[in-house]
């Protein structure tokens, strides 16, 4: 495959047309938006540079990395622990559900495409089947590299949250990309400690985003899914 090539289906991936259903989740953002919490740019800013340095680079990023590695390494036994542990750690039903979502309808696109004709046997004999290992299976198939793997899966993340703010807060579009380039400075950093941390210190300890997105699923009002 070129490098063109191998980049384009990264994109495809990383694209918001990709109809996996990933811009319905707020991940609890509406609710700390309705509740005064997140105001303005500032905030929201400070709300998501706490999120990527934590729950992303801490965990997230971590566990995608390592099942990146065990599907090159087709060691489905280590998949299928790293898919029940990220599964355990989504303290909510809310998260619970984005995932599991999530991972089904880019499976069904895949089964559509027919680009992975033996891809629906290996994740039938996963339970709970969460959306970053079906992911992390596609990107290595394709022999992406690991550090554009958590590039795609930090940007699409900071993408979704910046939407929502757009649409509830409101800020502007050019507030918006303020963001992106304030925080996309720190995808580097992220990434490199995300692929040094060893599992035992692996954690997603947020407890104002559990909080949030527990609240979300009974707010009165709301535009996205819980």
């Known amino acids: 495959m070129t490098n063109n090539h ?25 609710w700390e938006i309705e509740n005064r919490n997140v105001r303005d740019p500032k ?9 990527m340095f934590n729950n992303q680079m801490r965990f997230e990023l971590p566990i995608a990395a390592s099942l990146f590695t065990a599907w090159g390494e087709e060691n489905l036994e280590k998949i299928d622990y790293l898919n ?14 984005e995932t599991l979502q999530m991972g089904q309808s880019l499976k069904d696109i895949f089964n559509k495409t027919g680009e992975f004709p033996n891809s629906n046997f290996i994740f039938n004999k996963v339970k709970n089947l969460s959306y970053p290992t079906v992911l992390t299976y596609a990107l290595s198939q394709w022999k992406v590299d690991i550090k554009q793997v958590l590039n ?9 949250q910046v939407i929502v703010a757009i649409k509830l807060i409101p800020i502007g579009h050019s507030a918006g990309q303020k963001i992106f380039f304030e925080l996309e400075a720190d995808f580097e950093k992220a990434i490199n400690q995300a692929l040094e941390t060893d599992q035992s210190d ?25």
């Open 43 to 51: 905030e929201l800013l400070s709300w998501l540079r706490a999120l």
């Open 84 to 97: 029940s542990f990220y599964f355990a750690s989504k303290d909510c039903s809310e998260l619970r559900d």
């Open 202 to 226: 692996w954690s997603n300890f947020h407890p104002m985003q559990s909080m949030a997105c527990a609240k979300h699923q009974f707010q009165y009002s709301r535009m996205f899914r819980s």
């Open 152 to 160: 795609l899966l930090l940007w699409t993340w900071l993408e979704n």
């Open 6 to 30: 191998q980049i384009m289906r990264v994109f495809r991936l990383a694209s918001s047309t990709l109809p996996i259903g990933a811009f319905s989740y707020s991940q609890g953002l509406e």
